[in-house]
Structures are given as structure tokens and as C-alpha cells.
């Protein structure tokens, strides 16, 4: 049976292309045969599951345990009703252990039970019946909230004692987040904080992504069964692209070869990821789409706004911080530094952040292009001139985040400049007060440097033509642009202040200065 790349649900080794389930995973072994009460956190879609479902099966099948994964997602549905949530949660289970497990190893009817005690009683007659030492992967537990998360955790940490006869010799609470971050996910009165409810785990674990040489092995499986090879540029671009989430790099792969390069006798090339990356950014599929509904909560907007201004965060709670990283949404780089996690997400954050911009925009006559279809960047700087003066005000007024207006309007112009065969590759700067964009269109390359001028700072233009230089000098490249957009207070209208002028950076490149 053909095996292929697997973007949706857990990975099934006989159907699916994946790495050894547990290779990200080493500790976890250990703190079952120690009895030990775990955590395992990291985003969505990066392998939780995946794993710590096939090393159940592995565990039961060596015969020393009865393992099982079940979850606490369909409780979620009851978020004030503790009794109809745990009710629905032990009907999942009772499914689950029936697709996992065999006849002999089923769970017992679980015991009628008050409201708050149905979850520590099933537990406790599951692991009397099983003959052997129970193990829990308990999933989706931070899915439920209020009173109903507090509830389940404060049965959990009381039959703790009773383990390993009469309660589950180890069990993993697996989620998002860290059980020390549930006092955000609870949303209740009961804070969990250092008293947490939880207090008996042993270990917080967290699944990192894939690293470039497993992106090459995962997609040397798909080599071997069908012949198709990946070019090593394409495999080293669809890690840049992706850097290792395991979601990204299966979807990018599971495009490229069931959309785009069907015959198998071709290989898939550098240029094939490239066209795999805009079909997932333009489809947005759900995995993405839920991302992008993270943008305008306030304590993800707090983070992301700076971020994309090339800001400091300033005096942002370490919970923000850890909330956006436990999403996926951004990462720690080798600096120290926060970073949006990946250049997908990255596209992803800034299309939606300008979409309703984007969607707002006049129709634009694409002037800029000669008939040969190349860029004529003396009549792109006209249109975005006469576009700017025209609908600056009204667009920058109707931008999401205030912040970045002013780069979310460029940029939902530029997508109209990018529409049919161009891209656009941004960079953020934190702490630099930057942002780099570079717009590709066939043959051609526009660079731009973007700063903003605010009250109580100096002109940026002589710091913007130094960054410009570096940036222009690694792609390079002998001229480009640098936008310079004065939010000063009390200032003359968009359509008096906006000009563009020349200058040239330090090493002598020319650079079309625009003050909007």
C-alpha cells in the first residue's frame, strides 16, 4: 500500500511517511518505568500525539504494561458542567482503548460516580482490572477550563498516592501549555500558580522540531518507495522555509509531490517548494488559519505589534511570552532573541494582519510593468506615490495593528505589485526600528528599507541609508528604496508631505529616498 505525507491526525507508520515516533521523545521511557506524573507541551501539529500514541502501543505490546493515550478534548464541550464533561470524556476513552487496545486489556464499566470524582474512580477500577501497571497519556487536557480543568487535576495529584495497583502507575498530561501556564487556559478564580493542583509532576518535556538532516530522511522515505528524489536545494530550502515544524514540512511536500510534480521520474527542485510555500500561504489551511486567529488577541498583539515595527517589546509579562511560544507562533533563536517561528508563518501573519487593507485597495493599473514584463521601478515609485497621496489617510486609519500601519498598507500594495509571478520576502529587526522587505518579480529584485519617524526622535534617514547599505550589499544589489514614514504628530496631511528624493548610502549605492 502506497504510503504518502500525512498533514492531518496522527501518523500511522504502514500508511504515512514519518521518523522513529519517540526519537524527539528519548526521556520519556525512564519517567515511565519511574512512576513518574509528566508533562509534554509544545504547538499544535509538531508530533505529540503521533508519538506518545505509538509508544502506548509499544508499551502494551512489550507486555510489562497496559498502555493507553486517551483525551479530554470532548469535555471541553461542557466548560461549567464537571459531571457532563467527565461523562464525555470517559465515552471517548472507552472508544479509545478499544481502537488501541485488545479484548483482555479493555477498561472495566468505570463506577458511578458523584460529579468531580468520575475520572479518579475510572482510573482507579481501570487499574485494578488491568493486571499490570497502567499508563495514561492523558491529550487535549488543557482543552477543558474553570472549575472542570481544576477539578480533573486535583483527582489526578489525590489517587496519586494510590499508584501503582490502584491508580495509573504513570501517566503524561500532554497540551499546548505547560501545567504552571493553566492558571491562562483556566480562565476561572482558582489561579493555579506555585499551588498548582499538578504539584506531583516530575518533568516538563516539550517536542522540538525536526532539524535539517531528519527533513531529508523523512523525505528520503518518500525516495525509496516511489524513486522520486529531492534535490538537495529543494530539501535545504524546505527547511529554511519551515525550520523543521513538522506540519509545514510534510504539507510542503505532500503539494509538491501530489500537485506539482506528479510524475515520479521527476525530481522535485528548488523551484517546486518555492510554488509548495505560496500554495499553503494562499490555501491557508486549517493548521495556518488557526494561527492567524491568534493575531488580534491582545496579549499576541503585544508581542507581534513591536516585533513588526523592529521595536523592543518592552515590559511584556514572561506569561505573554511563553503563551506565543507555546503556540508556535514565535521562538527563541540561537541569540536569545524573539523571532516569528518561521518564514511561512511569518508571510502567513503579516497577509492576514493586511488583508483587510488589501481587500479595501482601488483597483491599481499595473503601470509598472513594460511589455516584456519587467519591473520599471521609476513608474512603481509614481504609482505608489500617486496611491499613497490618494488613500494613505482612510487605509492607515483602518489598519489592525497602529503601529504598523504604515507597513501594512505598503505591503498590501505590494502584493498587488507581486500578484502573478512575484514574491516578497520581509525581515523584522527587533530593537532596530526596521523592517527589510525584498519584492522579486522574474528577473528583477526590489529591495526596501523601512523606518518610522516618531515623536521625540531624530530623522532616521542617515541610519536608514546605513542598514539599507548592509541589507542592498548581502543581495547584491547597486540601488533600492528606503520608506521613511513620519508619524509625527501634527503633521501636514499625507498628500502635502508625500515626495520621494534621491540619496546614496555610505558605500555609494543609490537609493530612492520616499518621506510619506
Known amino acids: 500500500m502506497p504510503r504518502w505525507f500525512n498533514t492531518a491526525g496522527p501518523c500511522n507508520p504502514d500508511h504515512h511517511y514519518m521518523l522513529p515516533a519517540m526519537r524527539r521523545l528519548p526521556e520519556v521511557r525512564r519517567l515511565v518505568e519511574q512512576q513518574g506524573y509528566f508533562v509534554v507541551h509544545a504547538p499544535r501539529q509538531v508530533g505529540k500525539t503521533t508519538a506518545l500514541l505509538s509508544f502506548a502501543r509499544e508499551l502494551s505490546q512489550e507486555g510489562r504494561y497496559v ?54 474512580s475510572a482510573l482507579e477500577a481501570w487499574s485494578q482490572a488491568a493486571g499490570k ?11 477543558v477550563r474553570n472549575e472542570v480543568l481544576v477539578s480533573v487535576l486535583r483527582q489526578l495529584r489525590d489517587g496519586y498516592r494510590n499508584r501503582p495497583l490502584n491508580f495509573p502507575s504513570s501517566m503524561a498530561l500532554i497540551g499546548l501549555r505547560d501545567v504552571r501556564d493553566y492558571k491562562v487556559a483556566s480562565g476561572g478564580s482558582d489561579r493555579l500558580g506555585t499551588s498548582s493542583p499538578f504539584n506531583i509532576k516530575v518533568r516538563s518535556l516539550t517536542v522540538r522540531d525536526f ?20 534535490e538537495p536545494e529543494a530539501i535545504s530550502l524546505a527547511f529554511e522555509l519551515t525550520q523543521g515544524q513538522p506540519w509545514l514540512v510534510n504539507a510542503l511536500a505532500k503539494v509538491a509531490v501530489e500537485e506539482l510534480v506528479t510524475d515520479v521520474s521527476q525530481p522535485v527542485r528548488r523551484q517546486d517548494i518555492e510554488r509548495a510555500k505560496a500554495t499553503l500561504i494562499y490555501r491557508q489551511e486549517t493548521h495556518l488559519d488557526s494561527l492567524a486567529a491568534r493575531l488580534r488577541e491582545p496579549r499576541i498583539r503585544a508581542i507581534l505589534e513591536p516585533m513588526l515595527a523592529g521595536q523592543f517589546l518592552g515590559d511584556i509579562p514572561e506569561d505573554d511570552r511563553r503563551f506565543a511560544t507555546d503556540l508556535g507562533l514565535v521562538r527563541r533563536n540561537a541569540a536569545g532573541t524573539l523571532e516569528v517561528a518561521n518564514p511561512i508563518y511569518r508571510e502567513i501573519l503579516v497577509r492576514t494582519l ?18 516584456n514584463g519587467r519591473m520599471d521601478l521609476e513608474q512603481l515609485r509614481e504609482a505608489f506615490l500617486s496611491f499613497w497621496r490618494q488613500h494613505g489617510e ?12 504604515p507597513h501594512l498598507v505598503l505591503m498590501a500594495f505590494l502584493h498587488r505589485v507581486a500578484n502573478g509571478g512575484g514574491t516578497i520576502e520581509r525581515e523584522y529587526a527587533i530593537g532596530r526600528g ?50 521613511l514614514f513620519d508619524r509625527r504628530s501634527n503633521q501636514p496631511p499625507i498628500a502635502e508631505r508625500t515626495r520621494a528624493e534621491q540619496a546614496r548610502t555610505p558605500s555609494g549605492r543609490q537609493v530612492t529616498v520616499i518621506r510619506a
Open 67 to 120: 498502555a493507553a493515550l486517551v483525551s479530554m478534548e470532548v469535555g471541553a464541550g461542557f466548560p461549567d458542567d464537571t459531571g457532563a464533561a467527565e461523562d464525555a470524556a470517559l465515552s471517548s476513552w472507552r472508544s479509545a482503548a478499544r481502537a488501541q487496545l485488545p479484548v483482555t486489556q479493555q477498561p472495566p464499566e468505570f463506577p458511578v460516580a458523584p460529579p468531580g470524582h468520575r475520572i479518579a
Open 133 to 143: 501497571p497502567l499508563v495514561i497519556f492523558l491529550d487535549e487536557v488543557d482543552a
Open 211 to 230: 532539524t535539517e538532516e531528519e527533513v531529508a530522511e523523512l523525505y528520503a522515505q518518500h525516495t525509496t518507495d516511489t524513486g522520486q528524489r529531492f
Open 354 to 371: 493586511a488583508s483587510g487593507t488589501s481587500d479595501t485597495l482601488p483597483a491599481i493599473h499595473p503601470s509598472w510593468l513594460r511589455a
Open 394 to 405: 482612510p487605509l492607515l486609519a483602518s489598519a489592525p495593528y497602529h503601529e504598523v500601519a
Open 434 to 483: 526596521r523592517m527589510d522587505l525584498c519584492v522579486r518579480h522574474g528577473p528583477d529584485t526590489l529591495a526596501i528599507e523601512i523606518k518610522v519617524w516618531r515623536d521625540r526622535e531624530s530623522d532616521p534617514l542617515n541610519d536608514g541609508l546605513e542598514q539599507l547599505d548592509g541589507y542592498l550589499q548581502g543581495l547584491g544589489l547597486d540601488s533600492g528604496w528606503l520608506m
